[in-house]
């Protein structure tokens, strides 16, 4: 239960810095809205890590929370991107497909999903297809803009949470500092080699460190999530947090999906409740 309570309210924190990640991305570059973020977030967590008092676990140990931001910078690059390109409201929901990779790192391992938890991944991915194209009267069908940002976003959101539950075993304030130190190099990295501004307008400044807030919060909650559970249902359970996106696009953006989006976005959302369910 405390597992699952934490996921979700790292689902919650996920949710809300994502919206204020796509909102600040239509007036930034996404690699200055990642890189300030991402430092905003890395700030805070050095201080959490000071007060905590864990002892070092060791590079070795820290390894794969180190690859775990890699993998969390390229989704949330991808994610922020594809919600300036497109509705957040169809690319938040798309980009929760990620626990299908925790799943079957789970599955692997020999942790595999009961029956119920199989159908509630065909159900997601069944609606992740569904939301991802968009009719229109002229041309039809058509996958929607950002779509494939979005399931990009998928594989590094459920690649973070595989190497976050590898690298929290030993601490988890040092694995979600690792994972955040590397997210931010590579982040300020790229923005230098794409000339990105390495500074925000001052009017956008309490958004972007909204994200990094925000951002960073879930990571606290998912990398202590998965010391209590396993790494596929908090995966499943911190999925839901595009219904916080989607609420705050609806109400601030007044973004509107036609019924047949509103129908894939209740499928993928009701799949992972499944799966958590099962």
């Known amino acids: 239960m405390a597992a699952a309570l934490l ?5 919650l924190s996920w949710g809300i810095g994502d919206f204020f990640g796509g909102l600040a991305s239509r007036r930034l570059h996404v ?27 060791g590079v070795t140990q820290l390894a794969p929370a180190a690859a775990a931001g890699v993998a969390g910078a390229v989704g949330l690059a991808a994610l922020y991107r594809g919600m300036a390109l497109g509705a957040m409201g169809i690319v938040a929901p798309i980009s929760a497909a990620s626990p299908v990779v925790p799943l079957t790192v789970d599955a692997a391992k020999g942790i595999v999903p009961s029956t119920v938890q199989w159908v509630g991944i065909a159900i997601v991915l069944t609606g992740i297809v569904v ?7 002229a041309a039809g069908t058509r996958v929607a803009a950002g779509a494939g940002l979005a399931l990009v976003a998928a594989l590094g959101f459920g690649l973070f949470i595989v190497g976050i539950d590898a690298g929290a075993d030993e601490s988890a304030p040092w694995a979600v500092v690792a994972a955040r130190s590397t997210s931010v190099t590579l982040a300020v990295v790229a923005a230098l080699l794409a000339t990105a501004p390495l500074r925000a307008p ?8 909204a994200v990094g807030v925000f951002d960073a919060g879930a990571n606290v909650l998912i990398a202590f999530a998965v010391t209590l559970g396993a790494a596929g249902v908090v995966g499943v359970l911190s999925a839901l ?4 996106t989607v609420v705050l696009a609806r109400l601030v953006l007044s973004e509107r999906l036609d019924p047949w989006r ?17």
Do not use: N
């Open 7 to 11: 996921a979700l309210a790292g689902a």
């Open 31 to 57: 690699l200055t809205v990642l890189a300030l973020s991402q430092a905003v977030g890395l700030a805070g967590l050095l201080l959490w890590v000071a007060l905590a008092g864990d002892d070092f676990p």
């Open 131 to 137: 939301i991802s194209h968009e009719r229109t009267p």
């Open 202 to 209: 001052r009017p956008l400044l309490p958004v972007v460190a």
């Open 241 to 244: 947090y595009p219904v916080a």
């Open 262 to 278: 509103r129908a894939g976005a209740v499928l993928a959302l009701g799949g992972a409740a499944l799966v958590a369910a099962g």
